[in-house]
């Protein structure tokens, strides 16, 4: 995959080639962050690679802030959107999670706590355009 990478994916299927491609450039430690609003995909996204990486099961971690999956690499899939200061961060130790070299991090509505995530490797950003098209951007800082 080349970065920038940017593609307007027409269905599921086509995000969730995108996506499998996108789990071949993975390592433990990476930390993958996702921007969209609200029913973009993101945690379609985050589902099709933990797919190709042999993990099933994966649900939104809205209400429990972080799931831990294990497949072919560890996996933390982190949601920020009920997060409502940086202090939160330390008390619910997310950066325990964060600093974890072995996981892979993903972390939705990162662009909410864009002080406390500068170290990203990846910048996944998914935009609705309509019911069956979005437009994917993944950045390689």
Known sequence: MNYPFEKVA????????????????LNGGDLVLFHGNLGSG????????????GIDGVTSPTFSLVNEYHGEKKVFHIDL???EKADEFENIGLYDYLSDEDAVKFVEWAEL???QL???????TIEYIDDNKRK??????
């Open 118 to 124: 500068k170290d990203y490797d990846f910048l996944i």
């Open 42 to 53: 993101k945690t379609f996204f985050v589902r099709s690679v933990c797919s190709a990486l």
């Open 136 to 141: 994917i951007k993944i950045e390689r800082k």
């Open 81 to 83: 959107y009920r997060i």
């Open 113 to 115: 706590f864009p002080e």
């Open 10 to 25: 027409d269905g599921a299927e086509e995000t969730k080639l995108i996506a499998e491609e996108f789990a071949e450039e």
